[in-house]
């Protein structure tokens, strides 16, 4: 009975599509960076998962010119728009002077890419919000927007956002941007300075060139040592608001992360994804769950290629003490000379709603904890950048898109210059059924696959290392390529991965057809 139930729950959980929420709402995306001496060929590499219902169409903004005097538009309300041009529930918050030109860049929700070899990862932390002004002129999406559209390296975007922010006013939340160049990869910080201020406050920390960081939701910059010009950056009000508003005593070291933490973490600077990022790549360390502080950043064991990060994305703690699945167990009786033995249902699966988890608990007490994985099925797409200085920029930088589940989606490459998506990427999908929209390519498949994940995972994996295969073997014969070519790569590559998923998906109708 006890199986036949988790059967019928998991059915019941994809026919009505509930959303995967979960406790903690501010746990919604997760950024890795590894500096060009960490990694395998001397690439930098920033990341990010837009975990949510966010807008999962892109367009590549192209570069352009801009007569004097010309005006740029800051808006609020985009994130969630379904296709380009959409005005439903955006607001023109203000304009400031537009820059005689700016680049082309990849527009996603959080822009992530210009064709300088600039990328920016994004995770919220939230913070005090005591200190939020929703009058300051910009969002954390704006500030990246403009920083593209002017920058070329991730310092020279640090200081051009925290002086807008300072300028014209910060109205969001508590936001880290992951921002890398061809040469180094900074951790930035920033949130308001009360309620009625205009301004913000704001840290940067450089990774290591030797190092990998990882952001999840917390601030994780620790002490600030303005002197150190070459690691470290900061709003000259950072210890003045962190008093003003009770965050700190002004006794002792002045800590970042203690000051400006989110009440459910306070007391410590991590959560389960920094530790089992920071732990899988440098397990000599020794880093403990029950440590107050991880280190900022840690020298990987081993040099870290750029699909290890892939791989860390797909993370859900499979085998590890975190494991949801390890206690979700059916018992197969004895068949001839074969034993009674116990194995995980085929229908356990990491990205079990809190509704299925609810009831597997009332049925047998302390089956599934919660634990918030690398990968959620409540993703709405992300990316894994690498910026290679060694190649002219059209080509040294490729952003590894994928909508949808992180851990199944395939990765569709996106270059500096490439400078047209293939039309599904037109629209949105997330609040409306589209065959034509990029996430629907995915998403049927991967949702059917959860139906009997400990079934279907092996087969569907191979499927997702095929497309990533099939992606870097031919990444060599771009690199003397004219630039047209960029555009029919990431198609081809696109148009491969959704006519195998389409296959996936119907032949999961097929196979659970007359029940599972």
Request: hydrophobic share 40%; with cysteine; aromatic share 10%.
């Amino acid at each position: 009975m006890k199986h036949i139930a988790i059967v019928l729950l998991a059915f019941w959980a994809f026919c009505t599509l509930s959303a995967q929420e979960h406790e903690f709402s501010a746990q919604s995306c997760t950024s890795i960076m590894v500096g060009r001496l960490a990694s395998t060929d001397g690439s930098v590499i920033t990341s990010h998962t837009c975990d949510g219902r966010y807008r999962t169409w892109a367009w590549i903004e192209p570069a352009a010119d801009h007569p004097k005097g010309a005006m740029h538009e800051v808006l609020r309300g985009t994130m969630k728009t379904a296709f380009r041009g959409d005005t439903t529930g955006v607001k023109l918050m203000g304009t400031i002077p537009e820059a005689r030109h700016t680049y082309a860049y990849l527009n996603t929700a959080y822009p992530a890419l210009n064709e300088k070899q600039l990328a920016i990862g994004e995770t919220t932390f939230g913070g005090p919000d005591t200190l939020v002004n929703p009058k300051g002129l910009f969002t954390i999406e704006e500030l990246e927007r403009v920083a593209l559209q002017r920058c070329t390296t991730a310092r020279e975007a640090i200081k051009l956002m925290g002086a807008l922010a300072q300028k014209y006013g910060y109205g969001d939340s508590g936001e880290c941007l992951t921002l890398a160049d061809p040469k180094e990869v900074w951790q930035f910080e920033i949130l308001g300075c009360g309620k009625d201020e205009i301004g913000a406050v704001w840290a940067a920390r450089r990774i290591p060139d030797d190092h990998v960081g990882v952001s999840a939701n917390i601030p994780r910059i620790g002490s600030i040592n303005r002197k150190d010009k070459n690691y470290c950056m900061a709003s000259d009000n950072v210890e003045a608001v962190a008093r003003k508003f009770g965050l700190w005593d002004g006794k002792g070291e002045f800590v970042f992360w203690r000051a400006y933490n989110c009440d459910y973490a306070k007391g410590r600077n991590f959560h389960d994804r920094e530790f089992f990022i920071l732990n899988a790549l440098a397990p000599s360390l020794g880093l403990t769950y029950d440590m107050d502080e991880l280190p900022f950043s840690v020298k990987p064991d081993d040099k870290v290629d750029v699909r290890e990060v892939m791989e860390l994305f797909r993370a859900t703690y499979e085998g590890c003490d975190f494991d949801m699945c390890k206690n979700v167990i059916i018992e197969r009786p004895a068949k001839g000379e074969e034993p009674a033995r116990k194995e995980i249902s085929p229908v356990a699966n990491p990205w079990l709603t809190t509704t299925m988890r609810n009831t597997l608990n009332t049925i047998a007490p302390g089956t599934v904890e919660f634990r918030r994985t690398v990968a959620v099925a409540w993703c709405a797409y992300s990316h894994v950048t690498q910026l290679r200085s060694w190649l002219p920029d059209a080509v040294g930088g490729i952003c590894w898109l994928s909508v949808d589940n992180p851990a199944q989606s395939p990765r569709i490459p996106v270059f500096c210059g490439t400078s047209k998506l293939p039309d599904a990427f037109l629209k949105c999908g997330q609040n409306k059924w589209d065959e034509d929209a990029v996430v629907w390519k995915f998403r049927p498949a991967n949702k059917l696959a959860t139906l009997a994940w400990q079934s279907t995972k092996k087969g569907f994996m191979e499927n997702v290392l095929a497309i990533e295969d099939t992606a870097f073997e031919g990444l060599p014969d771009l690199e003397s390529a004219p630039a047209t070519a960029l555009d029919g790569y990431t198609a081809a590559i696109f148009n491969q991965a959704a006519a195998l998923w389409k296959d996936m998906e119907h032949a999961y109708w097929v196979k659970f057809g007359t029940g599972f």
